[in-house]
């Protein structure tokens, strides 16, 4: 997807990026917080390898690549003593030139009002949605539902996963836990109260948003999207886009792995992407 998307935005790019993927281990041979690590110490490599400067850095994600994202801002915001340090620091590095969120993970709760509205019209449903919560999570008993093995989390059925709403889970409001990393217990009071994002144009210059209307991620995401927005709306050096497709979870991978023609999202996306590296 990434790789299309930089060809798109080649025209108008006076730069020539590299791109670097970051492959993880998948849960639930890994759970989380090794695939964040994985990716911190991708960071790291970056920077101590090739001296990558912040603000020549864009990261980018879709999905639970999303929420890997916005893990390692909030590291940066509110660094974690239980992880690995990043090599960029809050007040002292550049910030970010740019963070790409394509339907990201936002919350390991699913019960906004998206859930039940799209459940049958998303190509990612409530059950499934929960099934990779239960694999990926540390915690599971957090969540009230049984670790699946293996094989329960390729299979796609499960008696215990319905499409219907579960209850909010407690202590994971608005993704602590997932996009707020709290190991540390005066970390997680402070992941639980409003203003995490507060500091967030101090580390990325700017940010682009997507969900789909028919995807069950969409009102986590807006609210992700107004809390980030409110966020910068008194700095003028940071940026932030939110833009809702009419289509479904991440469509634009399933667009490009299936050879679809170029949509006016995947020109938006390119478009900005060209922006962020002309900068």
């Given at each position: 997807?990434?790789?299309?998307?930089?060809?798109?935005?080649?025209?108008?790019?006076?730069?020539?990026?590299?791109?670097?993927?970051?492959?993880?281990?998948?849960?639930?041979?890994g759970?989380?917080?090794?695939?964040?690590?994985?990716?911190?110490?991708?960071?790291?490599?970056?920077?101590?390898?090739?001296?990558?400067?912040?603000?020549?850095?864009?990261?980018?994600?879709?999905?639970?690549?999303?929420?890997?994202?916005?893990?390692?801002?909030?590291?940066?915001?509110?660094?974690?003593?239980?992880?690995?340090?990043?090599?960029?620091?809050?007040?002292?590095?550049?910030?970010?030139?740019?963070?790409?969120?394509?339907?990201?993970?936002?919350?390991?709760?699913?019960?906004?009002?998206?859930?039940?509205?799209?459940?049958?019209?998303?190509?990612?449903?409530?059950?499934?949605?929960?099934?990779?919560?239960?694999?990926?999570?540390?915690?599971?008993?957090?969540?009230?539902?049984?670790?699946?093995?293996?094989?329960?989390?390729?299979?796609?059925?499960?008696?215990?996963?319905?499409?219907t709403?579960?209850?909010?889970?407690?202590?994971?409001?608005?993704?602590?836990?997932?996009?707020?990393?709290?190991?540390?217990?005066?970390?997680?009071?402070?992941?639980?109260?409003?203003?995490?994002?507060?500091k967030t144009?101090?580390?990325?210059?700017?940010?682009?948003?997507t969900?789909?209307?028919?995807?069950?991620?969409?009102?986590?995401?807006?609210?992700?999207?107004?809390?980030?927005?409110?966020?910068?709306?008194?700095?003028?050096?940071?940026?932030?886009?939110?833009?809702?497709?009419e289509?479904?979870h991440?469509?634009?991978?399933?667009?490009?792995?299936?050879?679809?023609?170029?949509?006016?999202?995947?020109?938006?996306?390119?478009?900005?992407?060209?922006?962020?590296?002309?900068?």
């Open positions: 997807m990434m790789t299309s998307l930089l060809r798109e935005s080649r025209e108008d790019t006076r730069s020539s990026p590299y791109l670097v993927a970051a492959e993880y281990t998948l849960a639930p041979y759970r989380y917080p090794t695939q964040l690590r994985q990716c911190i110490a991708i960071v790291r490599h970056l920077k101590e390898q090739y001296d990558v400067d912040s603000s020549n850095l864009i990261m980018a994600g879709d999905s639970c690549g999303g929420a890997l994202c916005l893990s390692i801002l909030s590291h940066l915001l509110h660094p974690d003593p239980t992880l690995p340090s990043l090599p960029y620091t809050l007040g002292v590095s550049k910030p970010i030139a740019g963070l790409l969120l394509i339907s990201p993970w936002t919350s390991f709760s699913t019960s906004a009002d998206s859930y039940s509205e799209n459940a049958g019209k998303d190509t990612l449903p409530p059950d499934i949605i929960r099934r990779f919560r239960d694999a990926y999570f540390s915690n599971s008993s957090s969540t009230h539902t049984n670790r699946p093995e293996p094989f329960e989390v390729a299979s796609l059925t499960g008696p215990q996963y319905h499409a709403r579960d209850p909010p889970i407690p202590g994971l409001k608005d993704g602590v836990g997932v996009i707020r990393p709290s190991s540390h217990p005066q970390q997680r009071q402070e992941a639980e109260q409003d203003g995490w994002w507060a144009p101090l580390v990325v210059s700017r940010i682009m948003i969900a789909g209307q028919y995807e069950c991620f969409r009102d986590d995401v807006l609210h992700l999207a107004e809390q980030v927005k409110a966020a910068c709306r008194d700095d003028s050096s940071a940026e932030v886009t939110l833009i809702v497709d289509s479904f991440a469509v634009i991978v399933s667009d490009y792995a299936f050879g679809a023609p170029p949509s006016e999202f995947a020109a938006r996306l390119s478009g900005w992407l060209a922006e962020t590296l002309n900068r």
